[in-house]
């Protein structure tokens, strides 16, 4: 009888359904069950919408009046830490690649933003931005220094080196441009008029043209500083130039490789003869005396490019003595 009873027993146990054996843990308390909701939501939400908009989705947590902010605070700080290992590239990303096989060509290049990949930018080079070199007068030394002295030979090597610059970068600019000194001349003394022609009338938007970005610049500041002296001026050129010469001939190379892409710099000095006059705003004359003929001398710097379609040249710079 008493293994009969036994046997029930087990068979009983055995028919019990199994949630009755292991019963199911005690519910939640109310903070507890809304701190991991809203971690749930969150999760969720990162995701489906990947990591720019993931930092937005802690409304729930930071709104939460639970009893303890403990966990408020460690659902935050898991929340950065899963922001922080997610990589910006394949959370951009439809579908992971494949770990089995290298990605693609092209699965590579989606990675590159749209505008760096079909835009491309060129960088063209209008002008170096200054002057290369610029002339000043060497001191002359006597014949015995020059061939009997250390110090002689090394200045008798320095002006040689000067004169083979000199000659080299006129080869080069003949080479390309055909260049002659008389017709360079003509247009250089034309361009000395029109500059200071045009400072004279004020007008910069004209100067643009025919100045690199850097003279233009400089001239804008003079005019703007003789505008603060004088309300305006009379200058006028007596013709011809009294005087041109070329001081110096340096070329600025950019690639050794091709020795067309390079800039061509002419040192000229002009010898001239000017009458000028200055105003002040109630047409009164302040400076000058434009029935006067005065004798000035200038040292302007010429450039143009040789590889530039269509170049011509300009005024970079100027040099006081």
Not at 22 to 36: F, I, R
Not at 71 to 89: A, D, G, P, W
Not at 157 to 179: F, P, W
Not at 293 to 310: C, M, Y
Request: proline share 6%; hydrophobic share 35%; net charge positive.
């Amino acid at each position: 009888m008493a293994l009969a009873r036994l046997g029930h027993a087990v068979t009983g146990r055995l028919r019990r359904p199994l949630h009755l054996l292991h019963p199911p843990p005690p519910p939640l308390t109310d903070h507890h069950a809304s701190v991991a909701h809203s971690f749930a939501l969150i999760h969720a939400n990162t995701r489906a919408r990947g990591f720019a908009s993931s930092p937005y989705n802690a409304g729930g947590v930071i709104g939460y009046r639970g009893r303890s902010p403990v966990y408020t605070v460690k659902v935050l700080e898991l929340l950065f830490q899963i922001n922080h290992t997610r990589s910006m590239s394949t959370a951009a990303q439809a579908e992971p690649p494949s770990l089995s096989k290298a990605p693609t060509p092209s699965q590579t290049s989606s990675k590159v933003p749209l505008g760096a990949r079909k835009v491309g930018m060129k960088v063209v080079m209008m002008s170096p931005g200054f002057v290369y070199e610029p002339y000043s007068i060497r001191e002359p030394i006597p014949f015995w220094k020059r061939w009997f002295t250390p110090s002689g030979w090394r200045r008798t090597k320095e002006d040689v080196i000067l004169e083979m610059k000199n000659a080299y970068a006129v080869s080069r600019l003949r080479k390309k441009t055909g260049y002659t000194k008389k017709e360079f001349y003509d247009q250089a003394f034309k361009i000395y008029k029109e500059v200071n022609t045009l400072m004279a009338h004020g007008d910069t938007s004209s100067l643009r043209k025919i100045l690199t970005e850097r003279m233009h610049s400089t001239i804008k500041n003079e005019l703007k500083k003789r505008q603060s002296m004088w309300s305006s001026v009379h200058w006028e050129l007596v013709e011809p130039a009294v005087c041109i010469r070329t001081l110096r001939a340096r070329m600025i190379g950019l690639d050794k490789n091709d020795l067309d892409k390079a800039f061509i710099q002419l040192t000229l000095e002009f010898v001239t003869k000017q009458k000028f006059e200055a105003y002040n705003t109630k047409g009164e004359v302040v400076s000058g005396d434009k029935s006067k003929e005065v004798l000035v001398k200038d040292i302007w710097v010429f450039e143009r490019s040789l590889f530039h379609p269509g170049a011509y040249w300009r005024v970079c710079g100027r040099i006081t003595l």
